[in-house]
């Protein structure tokens, strides 16, 4: 397909109430921190909020995406546990997210895609955050290395539970004003930068890699998303714990990642061979990285 064509209507699999209630959670965590523009903030709002965008960054970028949907790295099971309840703070957890994201992998920019451009704007953006088309037993099956861990297959039921602590806390701690500033809006914003990169960077941007998609490297959303940006490079050999294959390509998931190393808390980090770099690159690097 041709970036712009139309991929088929999903087929519905989930039920109504689920989807409904999905709907309504996204509307909440846009409209309380718009309402915040009319109310006081203080500064421990906002300080709350850098900590956990940061943090739930890494439950997103590190944890979801690298570890648990690509193995990039290994690590022991209590800091995998770890990983796995800050990804769930951010309403979304281990095994869900690597049944979906590897099948955007398989069927990436063709029929059968979880989140591509070519189902439309609403579906790549929120839409497959409703229904992606799947059945429960179809994403279970792309992710039965993580179907032996008890504790992940719990957090598959009761994913909810990390992030409704979390907003609990918030409010205990700081009432309205840091549940709105702290937890919804760092929450939003993690969701719209994930969007972003489904559909942004399979619409805009350069390709130096002549992959079987749509996938672009798009320097500002790389900016924006710690490095998911350079989603061409991502595409071309998904397996690297490094999006950014070129020291320039800043990449600061990669980096994160580098340091839990040194701290001996993973260990066995895939990188990018060299050949692999080389390969098939249809332009100078150093063109190809800025949109």
């Not at 839409?127 to 008890?150: C, H, K, N, Q």
């Not at 719209?192 to 992959?211: F, M, Q």
Request: aromatic share 16%; hydrophobic share 50%; proline share 3%.
């Amino acid at each position: 397909m041709k970036v712009g064509e139309r991929l088929g209507r999903v087929k519905n699999t989930r039920h109504p109430v689920l989807i409904v209630s999905a709907m309504l959670l996204i509307v909440a965590l846009h409209v309380l921190p718009a309402v915040m523009i009319f109310v006081e903030t203080r500064l421990v709002d906002w300080l709350a909020f850098l900590l956990l965008y940061i943090w739930g960054a890494f439950g997103v970028g590190v944890a979801l995406h690298r570890y648990f949907a690509h193995r990039a790295f290994r690590t022991s099971r209590a800091f995998q546990f770890f990983m796995a309840v800050t990804s769930c703070t951010t309403m979304t957890e281990p095994i869900g997210f690597s049944g979906k994201h590897r099948i955007h992998h398989k069927f990436t920019d063709r029929e059968g895609d979880v989140h591509s451009p070519g189902g439309g704007f609403w579906f790549c953006w929120f839409g497959s955050l409703f229904d992606d088309g799947y059945t429960e037993s179809e994403i279970r099956a792309m992710a039965r290395d993580w179907l032996r861990y008890p504790e992940l297959r719990w957090l598959r039921r009761f994913f909810w539970v990390p992030s409704a602590g979390l907003a609990l806390a918030c409010f205990l701690i700081g009432g309205w004003s840091m549940l709105a500033i702290a937890f919804c809006l760092s929450r939003i914003m993690l969701l719209h930068g994930a969007s972003a990169v489904n559909y942004v960077c399979h619409v805009w941007g350069s390709r130096r890699y002549e992959t079987s998609d749509w996938s672009r490297n798009n320097v500002v959303v790389a900016l924006l998303t710690f490095g998911e940006g350079w989603h061409n490079n991502h595409h071309h050999y998904p397996a690297s714990a490094r999006a950014g294959f070129f020291w320039w390509e800043v990449d600061v998931f990669y980096w994160m990642i580098r340091l839990l190393g040194v701290l001996r808390l993973v260990w066995d980090i895939r990188e990018v061979p060299l050949r692999v770099k080389q390969a098939g690159a249809t332009e100078d690097p150093k063109v190809c990285a800025v949109s």
